[in-house]
């Protein structure tokens, strides 16, 4: 049987610092001193702690660092509808540009930042197409493209890098091949359940190149993902209206079992980067997910409130341990 303390010791006073005053006095000499607990916790230092969501990201971040992508500048959660949807080649028509799923800014209603030249090319391939296609045969109207918005996606970051790019090669006639990411909220007016709130973060990945295929873009989806522990993708045709072809993205979760859908790509159409001024041959494969749903995978939420918004209990950012995508 385990030895208890000894009875001799019930009561007995054990000192637990040496003070200046049992120096000075030599009480040191007869004081007995508790022995130290090495395998007491120490006190827990009370520090800031990131939001597991920004843990996610952080991982996320480091995934494309390693495949050499160069992260894009995402400061502007208001934006035109011209760089948000009008430059995407999506067209005015488009339901998701009506108030039901995004929010318009009231003050200032409309930009003034509208490259004019660039501006006139976009209005002419929505009207009259060219560049091989046929346009969508209406009148375009810039009133529409200068409503501000709260951004829908971080696409819009995209086309405005790969307007930047246009230029520059319209300025020296050297196409520099580019591989950019952007992860931040985008803001859409749908009503918030379980699984949706009004806004998200999305994670968006391009690459811009000379004569990049689909096969391109499918070896990048395989690379991402892997380094997330997904393997095995399946791909399934679908439509965007700034991409063609466009794929969803499907992987099976072994924690869970069961196939996940993982996201969103495809090629930018022609419309779009032609009217920018990136000539023939400069293509530009890109793909899209959330932070928020392998966020609540990774911790096992069934109600993205919990994960995010004022209900979230303090506990949840400081007491959750560091996240590992690929762990
Ligand atoms: O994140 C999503 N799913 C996902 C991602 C990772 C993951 O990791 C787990 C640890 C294993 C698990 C799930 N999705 C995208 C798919 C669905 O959740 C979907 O229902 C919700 N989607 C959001 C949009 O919903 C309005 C997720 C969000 C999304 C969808 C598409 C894009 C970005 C975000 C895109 C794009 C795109 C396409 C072409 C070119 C450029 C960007």
Redo the contacts with the bound molecule.
């Keep these: 049987m385990e030895a208890g303390a000894k009875l001799s010791d019930f009561g007995k006073v054990y000192a637990t610092d040496l003070t200046e005053a049992m120096l000075q006095s030599g009480e040191w000499k007869t004081s007995e001193f508790k022995p130290y607990n090495f395998n007491a916790l120490g006190a827990k230092p009370r520090s800031g702690a990131l939001h597991p969501l920004m843990k996610i990201r952080q991982e996320f971040r480091q995934i494309f660092l390693e495949m050499g992508f160069e992260e894009m500048p995402t400061n502007k959660f208001v934006e035109s509808s011209f760089w948000n949807f009008d430059a995407l080649f999506q067209p005015q028509f488009h339901p998701t540009r009506d108030a039901h799923d995004t929010f318009f800014v009231k003050n200032p209603a409309s930009t003034l930042e509208i490259p004019e030249a660039y501006l006139k090319l976009v209005q002419e391939v929505h009207q009259t197409g060219g560049y091989g296609s046929i346009g969508y045969r209406y009148n375009w109207h810039r009133s529409e493209a200068e409503k501000n918005i709260l951004r829908t996606?971080t696409?819009a970051t995209?086309a405005r890098m790969l307007y930047t790019l246009a230029e520059e090669y319209k300025r020296t006639g050297v196409f520099t091949p580019k591989k950019y990411f952007s992860i931040d909220r985008v803001f859409?007016n749908e009503s918030t359940d379980a699984t949706h709130l009004a806004e998200?973060h999305?994670?968006?990945g391009?690459v811009a190149d000379w004569g990049l295929t689909l096969q391109d873009l499918i070896g990048s989806l395989t690379t991402y993902f892997e380094k997330?522990g997904?393997k095995d993708l399946q791909l399934k045709p679908a439509f965007?209206p700034?991409?063609e072809p466009?794929m969803e993205i499907f992987?099976f979760?072994a924690g869970l079992g069961k196939l996940?859908?993982?996201?969103?790509?495809?090629m930018f159409r022609p419309e779009m980067l032609r009217a920018m001024g990136l000539p023939e041959g400069i293509n530009v494969i890109?793909?899209?997910?959330?932070l928020e749903?392998?966020a609540m995978?990774?911790y096992a939420i069934s109600d993205i409130r919990t994960l995010i918004g004022p209900e979230v209990p303090y506990e949840f950012v400081s007491e959750n341990p560091i996240c590992r995508?690929d762990k």
Excluded: C, D, M
């Design positions: 996606h696409t995209s859409r998200f999305q994670v968006e391009l997330q997904l965007n700034y991409t466009s992987g979760h996940v859908e993982l996201g969103n790509s495809g890109a793909w899209g997910v959330s749903r392998p995978i990774k995508l």
